[in-house]
């Protein structure tokens, strides 16, 4: 693209494109919403097929190559605009939504989408998946569109991905990203709109995501159940071996006793954990919308620190006798426990599941056992916070909200980053504009009317700061 194209001036010709465009943009949203893709009941099939045929004529009509690609799941979309000279970005998203269930706490249809007001004032539209993730995901759509009608051609070339089975696990696009790998990994980076703003007024983009090691245990004392007065005391109860267990996981300072578990661990660097302790987080609130008031992690570490920069273990489940209503005096022959650890840059999933595994076993009594069963694992993902790509995104996004883009860590794990690493190569920006109160997933699901719109606007300003 030339640099008269790229002036302040055309910029500003695509913004506004988009927003004379709104009033279209909300209806093509909506015909998206009102398809009930749901990728997790096969009785949706056919609908998860529409959605991706949709997305399909809708990028063709705005001069991508785009197919709808077979998986053994639901489709993969794949859409490639025009080979030019600069950068190539590799965006995903997925069409797939979450069941509705249940539907009596919906106050309309949720596949019906509403624009209204909420309490505070703000109009928001109101479905299953506005925000989780069709809405995030035509805010890039649209900002394409505004391109082409502005200018006629896009500021980089630009390809899409758009899969169909994320909220249901999401096991197939791996093996499509192995399959198709030379293809997606020509891209320089890719780029990821499925998550929140720091708050309503400041853009950020998640460069720091957390891996996970999932392991769930059982332990085996005696051959059967027993009888808890005949047998107390002399036989061993694999509730108390497994609780001993659980208890030697963590020292009284809140750090975890595995050995070498931080051996690969380094700390933040003082820019970033400065530019953390700006941005206002209030500890205690945070703790207190859970009913709590005491951070429980690692001493003298912040809440943000522990929870985007620092690796976790904790107990998700536990099970051992009986469990019924009233009283029964047993001990149990068995006991399990489901134990994940959130993993930060560097660290090995399975250095970590072997050390887990290697300290359960010198535990057990020689008359006992304990099996494992591993639920997975993966690496987290950082960004250098000095990559080109990102501080290009930063500018984008501070030109449009009118003051600094931040840089925020995430506690959780969105394996399709760790994905675009380890299978093609590419550094992932993580830029969305939902909010925390969208109740993704729950009845009456929402994105904020200016989310849809100001994102169309930043990544309209994005992929010009791309371009420079």
């Known amino acids: ?41 096969p009785a949706y099939a056919a609908e998860c097929q529409r959605a991706a045929d949709w ?16 998986t053994p799941g ?6 490639h605009g025009p080979d030019q000279a600069g950068p190539h970005v590799l965006f995903y ?49 649209e900002a394409c569109r505004a391109w082409k009608a502005a200018t006629g051609s896009l500021p980089v070339r630009v390809s899409l991905m758009l899969e169909g089975e994320e909220e249901s696990g999401g096991k197939n696009l791996p ?16 780029l990821v709109c499925d998550t929140d703003m720091w708050d309503r007024q400041t853009p950020s983009v998640t460069t720091m995501l957390r891996g996970m090691v999932a392991e769930e245990i059982t332990v085996t004392c005696a051959n059967k159940d027993l009888h808890s007065g005949m047998f107390g005391n002399a036989a061993r109860n694999p509730n108390q071996l497994l609780a001993e267990i659980i208890a030697s996981l963590r020292a009284p300072d809140g750090s975890v ?16 954990k400065a530019q953390w302790a700006g941005l206002g987080f209030d500890d205690k609130a945070f703790l207190g919308e859970a009913g709590l008031s005491q951070p429980a992690g690692e001493a003298n570490r912040s809440v943000l620190e522990m929870l ?26 068995k006991a399990s426990a489901k134990i994940s650890f959130r993993l930060v840059s560097g660290m090995d999933p399975e250095k970590i599941r072997a050390a887990f595994r290697r300290h359960v076993e010198a535990m057990i009594p020689a008359d006992c056992s304990v099996s494992f069963h591993a639920h997975g694992g993966s690496r987290a993902i950082t960004v250098p916070s000095d990559g080109v790509y990102l501080q290009q995104a930063l500018a984008g996004l501070s030109a449009e909200w009118g003051k600094p883009a931040v840089i925020t860590g995430s506690g959780g794990s969105i394996p399709v980053a760790g994905d675009f690493k380890r299978i093609l190569g590419l550094d992932t920006l993580l ?7 969208d109740q993704i997933h729950s009845p009456n699901e929402k994105y904020d009317l200016e989310s849809f719109h100001r994102g169309i606007r930043s990544w309209v300003r994005v992929l010009a700061a791309f371009a420079v």
């Not at 640099?3 to 093509?28: F, H, I, M, W, Y």
């Not at 997305?55 to 077979?70: D, K, Q, T, Y």
């Open 257 to 272: 006793t595995l050995p070498g578990f931080y051996d690969d661990v380094a700390e933040i660097s003082p820019e970033l």
């Open 308 to 333: 985007w920069a620092r690796p976790t273990c904790e107990i998700n489940g536990m099970i051992g006798g009986y469990t019924g209503d009233g009283f029964k005096t047993v001990i149990p022959a």
């Open 175 to 190: 093996p499509f990203m192995e399959a198709n790998k030379a293809e997606l990994g020509a891209a320089d980076v890719a």
């Open 431 to 437: 830029i969305g504009f939902a909010h925390v109160d």
């Open 55 to 70: 997305l399909v004529v809708e990028l063709n009509g705005l001069g991508f190559a785009a197919e709808a690609r077979a």
């Open 1 to 41: 693209m030339s640099d008269t194209k790229l002036s302040p001036a055309a910029v500003d010709q695509v913004l506004a494109a988009v927003d004379a465009g709104l009033d279209q943009s909300l209806e093509r949203l909506y015909g998206l919403l009102r398809i009930k893709s749901i990728s997790t009941d």
């Open 74 to 79: 639901h489709p993969v979309v794949v859409a």
């Open 93 to 141: 998203a997925h069409y797939d939504v979450q069941p509705v269930d249940p539907l009596a706490l919906w106050h309309s249809d949720p596949f019906e989408p509403v624009l209204t007001t909420d309490a505070a004032g703000r109009k928001i539209i109101v479905a299953r998946g506005a925000s989780d993730d069709k809405g995030q995901m035509l805010t890039f759509i």
